[in-house]
């Protein structure tokens, strides 16, 4: 809850006016959390300390607008933040990026991994140019 309201991350995850509350991201989560979701979430950790969140889903028939033409099941979308704005631009995101994709192409199942970064997120574009 409070990784999301930090400047930094509301920026880029659902914008000033979608600053959760702590019943919201309960709503949101929690489900996902308890899998009964098809997203599957992480928390990132740097030498056992937490540093961001990830989550990665089935792209297809995921709902709310995105990846609508998408027919492979195969197809997982991800995305991630990092908890602080000190840790940005020092290669973390980039890492986060690279483990996550590792984790997730040991599943035979997956077949792609796509993310949508706004186009004006130009530290997101970087990180996942730099991640491959």
């Not at 979701?37 to 995921?62: C, D, F, H, K, R």
Request: proline fraction near 6%; aromatic fraction near 10%; hydrophobic fraction near 35%.
């Amino acid at each position: 809850y409070e990784w999301l309201n930090r400047s930094h991350i509301v920026e880029w995850w659902g914008g000033e006016e979608a600053r959760p509350t702590l019943a919201d991201v309960q709503e949101q989560y929690l489900p996902s959390v308890l899998a009964q979701e098809s997203v599957t979430p992480y928390i990132a950790m740097l030498n056992g300390e937490p540093i961001g969140y990830a989550q990665s889903y089935v792209a297809l028939g995921s709902g709310d607008g995105w990846w609508e033409e998408e027919t492979d099941p195969g197809v997982r979308g991800i995305d991630q933040l990092l908890a602080n704005a000190s840790q940005l631009g020092k290669g973390l995101g980039t890492k986060l990026v690279r483990a996550l994709v590792e984790l997730l192409f040991n599943d035979p199942e997956v077949t792609k991994i796509q993310t949508d970064p706004s186009p004006s997120n130009l530290r997101a574009i970087r990180c996942y140019e730099k991640a491959g």
